[in-house]
């Protein structure tokens, strides 16, 4: 009977576990990037979501990038990342939304790990999820981006 009984508390407990992680809400949150805010993003990060607090760490689901064409196209468009701060990328624009001359979207895709080592990572406990890219574009004017993001907050 103790053997049973020691069986069916952890039971009870790892059904808690995963119910508490499966319950973190999913939330939507849409960021606003300006001309000079992409201009800058190799230069200046832009934070999508701020550092969650201390044990905790953000997990995106999905990311939207739309890149709103103003009046001239970026002369050197550069591959937009989302990372979290200091980590290694996690999703990658393949579709290149900042080149061209009209207003498009694309849904960036998550990156692999043939090029990581072993010291490289992709989750941070209390760290912001920020935009950035290897280069600052150049040219763009009038050109500005919506960022949509779907998340949760999960426990380290």
């Given at each position: ?45 832009k934070t999508l979501i701020n550092a969650p ?104």
């Amino acid at each position: 009977i103790s053997a049973a009984t020691d069986i069916l508390n952890a039971c009870e407990l790892l059904d808690v576990a995963l119910k508490a992680t499966n319950d973190a809400a999913v939330i939507y949150t849409s960021v606003y990037l300006t001309n000079a805010e992409i201009a800058a993003i190799y230069t200046t990060p832009k934070t999508l979501i701020n550092a969650p607090g201390t044990g905790y760490y953000i997990y995106p689901i999905s990311i939207n990038v739309q890149h709103i064409f103003g009046s001239a196209a970026w002369v050197t468009p550069q591959v937009i990342t989302a990372r979290i701060h200091g980590a290694s990328s996690l999703f990658q624009d393949t579709f290149d939304v900042l080149t061209g001359t009209i207003t498009r979207m694309c849904k960036m895709v998550p990156t692999t790990g043939s090029a990581y080592t072993a010291a490289d990572t992709q989750y941070i406990e209390n760290q912001p999820l920020e935009l950035t890219s290897a280069a600052n574009p150049t040219g763009g004017t009038g050109c500005t981006a919506r960022v949509d993001i779907i998340y949760k907050i999960l426990p380290w």
